[in-house]
C-alpha cells in the first residue's frame, strides 16, 4: 500500500493511524510564528466512529488503508452475522460481525440499502442511509384532536429502535425517521 | 495596498525596492530558502536588504514585496506572498506599536466597504508572560523543556523532538493554547530570549530576561512582527552561527553567514522594524478563511 506524507493528506483519504483504518476529515498546515512547521489533522476512525485530533510533524508519511466503501442492500441476519448483497449488479453477499453493525442495528429493515466499509475486504462498518421508513411496532394509544403542535411520546420501531413520536402516531402507521439525530420526521401514508 | 502606501506617504517614510534575489539566504532553522540555480536565493523577507540601507541612509523606509519561503502551503499559508516592512529611525518598540495602530486604523478605515471587522479601537496589549499567567498559570520564563511539555496534552508536542529547542516548544504551546484566543487586535510584547531572532534582548525589573520584540494577532492568527532591530556586528554573528548549528542538528543545509549585513550593522541607528502580512490582514479585514480568497 502506498504512503502519503502531510502535504498530501486531504479530507477524504484513508490512512492506517496505530493499526486502525481512519478517514482524514481536516488537514490544516501550521507554522508557528519562526517555529517549526506541523500539521494539525483531525481523523475519524473508521472502525469506532471516534474522531481524533492529532499532530504530525510536516513531511511525515501514513501508509494508505484499503478502505472501499459499497452501496449494498440488506438481507438477513442469522443470529451471529448480518448479511449484505451488493447492488451494482454482482449480486455478491458479505457477512459483517456484531462490531460492524453495531452503531446501525437499531435502523436495519430487510431490503433497505445502506453503505457498508470493507477495510481489506472485510466489512467494519455499516451506515444506514440518512432517512429511513420504518413500522411503529409499540406507542401509547393516539389521542383523538392531537394536532402536530401537541407533546411528543416514545414509540419502538420494528427494528427495536425507541424515537419520540407526535401524539397523533398508532401502532402500525408507518414513520420516516433521520438515523444521524434518531429524530422523528412525517407520517408516511401507506 | 492603495491605503498602505498613502498612511506611509503621509507620515513621510520613503518607499524602497530592495532585490527579492539575494546572495545568501536565512539562516532562520525553520524557514526553508528556496534556491534559483547559482544565481542566489528568493528571499524569505528584505529585513537584510532593508537594514543595508537604514544602516547607509540613516531614514524611516517602507517597502511591500513578495517574500518566498518553500514547502508553507495551507489555508494562511503560500510560498510566494506579499510582505509589508518597514524601518522607523528612532523609534522605539512602543512608538512603533503606536504607528502599526495608526496604520491599521487607517487602512481599515479606507478598507470600511469590505471590512466586516475595522481596526478603529485601541488594540489590546499583553506580555508575553501575562497571557502564560492568564490560560496556563506560569511563568513562560522560568519553565524548561519538560515542564512545557507537561502543561499540555502530548499530542501538542507530538511533532517535536530531541532536536527541538525550547523555543521549537514555546512556540508549539503558544500557538495551541494561546494564539486562538487572540481573536481582537492584539500586541503581544516582550518574547522569551531565545526566540530574539535579530531583536535586542532585555532584562526587565522582574529579573525576566526576554527580546525586545511584539507581534500582532487578529482573529487568532499572527499578523505581524517586530523587533527593537539587533544593532551588534559580535552579537549577529552569534546568533547566525546559533542558527547554523541548530540546522545542522535538523538536517538542513547551512546558510553562510551574511556578510553585506554584518558589514554594515554596527552603523545601524537605533531603530524598530516591523514585518507584515498583506495577505493575512486583508484576510482577516474582510472576514474570509483563508487567503486563497484574497
Known amino acids: ?190 | 495596498m492603495r491605503s498602505i502606501r498613502d498612511y506611509f506617504y503621509s507620515e513621510e517614510v520613503l518607499e524602497v525596492t530592495t532585490a527579492t534575489l539575494r546572495l545568501t539566504g536565512s539562516s532562520e532553522t525553520h524557514l526553508e530558502n528556496i534556491e534559483v540555480g547559482q544565481q542566489g536565493y528568493l528571499q524569505t523577507s528584505p529585513e537584510h536588504a532593508m537594514k543595508c540601507l537604514v544602516a547607509e541612509h540613516r531614514l524611516s523606509i517602507f517597502q511591500i514585496c513578495p517574500a518566498y519561503r518553500g514547502g508553507e502551503i495551507g489555508r494562511r499559508h503560500r510560498v510566494e506572498f506579499q510582505m509589508l516592512e518597514w524601518y522607523r529611525c528612532d523609534h522605539s518598540l512602543h512608538d512603533l506599536m503606536d504607528d502599526l495602530q495608526a496604520m491599521l486604523k487607517y487602512v481599515s478605515e479606507q478598507m470600511m466597504e469590505y471590512s466586516i471587522q475595522p481596526i478603529g479601537r485601541a488594540v489590546d496589549r499583553y506580555s508575553y508572560r501575562e497571557l502564560f499567567e492568564k490560560h496556563l498559570q506560569v511563568n513562560p520564563h522560568s519553565l524548561e523543556v519538560e515542564g512545557l511539555k507537561a502543561l499540555v496534552a502530548p499530542g501538542i508536542t507530538a511533532h517535536l523532538n530531541e532536536c527541538s529547542t525550547l523555543g521549537d516548544y514555546l512556540d508549539a504551546v503558544f500557538s495551541a493554547v494561546i494564539e486562538p484566543q487572540l481573536l481582537a487586535p492584539t500586541i503581544v510584547y516582550d518574547f522569551p530570549a531565545c526566540q530574539a531572532a535579530l531583536a535586542e534582548t532585555k532584562r526587565l525589573s522582574t529579573g525576566d530576561l526576554v527580546s525586545d520584540r511584539f507581534e500582532l494577532y487578529v482573529g487568532g492568527i499572527e499578523i505581524a512582527n517586530a523587533y527593537q532591530e539587533l544593532c551588534d556586528g559580535q552579537e549577529l554573528t552569534r546568533r547566525f552561527a546559533k542558527n547554523n548549528k541548530h540546522r545542522q542538528l535538523n538536517n538542513k543545509p547551512i546558510i553562510e553567514d551574511d556578510m553585506e549585513l554584518l558589514a554594515v550593522i554596527d552603523n545601524l541607528p537605533r531603530c524598530a522594524g516591523v514585518a507584515l502580512g498583506v495577505d493575512r490582514l486583508t484576510m482577516v479585514l474582510r472576514g474570509l478563511k483563508g487567503i486563497a480568497g484574497v
Open chain 1, 1 to 190: 500500500m502506498a504512503t502519503y506524507s502531510t502535504n498530501e493528506f486531504k479530507s477524504g483519504l484513508k490512512v492506517m493511524l496505530e493499526g486502525d483504518p481512519c478517514n482524514i476529515v481536516e488537514n490544516e498546515f501550521v507554522k508557528p510564528g519562526k517555529g517549526q512547521a506541523f500539521n494539525r489533522v483531525r481523523l475519524k476512525n473508521l472502525k469506532t466512529g471516534r474522531v481524533w485530533e492529532r499532530t504530525f510533524k510536516s513531511g511525515e508519511s501514513l501508509e494508505g488503508a484499503d478502505v472501499m466503501e459499497h452501496d449494498m442492500e440488506y438481507l438477513y441476519a442469522d443470529g451471529q452475522y448480518w448479511h449484505f448483497m451488493k447492488t451494482d449488479g454482482s449480486y455478491e453477499q458479505l457477512a459483517a460481525d456484531q462490531s460492524a453493525v453495531e452503531d446501525s442495528i437499531r435502523w436495519l429493515k430487510e431490503t433497505d440499502k445502506v453503505t457498508v466499509t470493507l477495510w481489506d475486504e472485510v466489512p467494519i462498518a455499516v451506515a444506514p442511509a440518512n432517512f429511513v421508513e420504518l413500522e411503529v411496532a409499540d406507542t401509547d394509544p393516539g389521542l383523538k384532536g392531537d394536532t402536530a403542535q401537541g407533546g411528543t411520546k416514545p414509540a419502538t420501531l420494528s427494528t427495536g429502535a425507541v424515537v419520540k413520536v407526535p401524539l397523533f402516531i398508532n401502532i402500525g402507521e408507518v414513520v420516516r425517521v433521520d438515523t444521524r439525530t434518531a429524530e422523528y420526521q412525517n407520517r408516511v401514508k401507506q
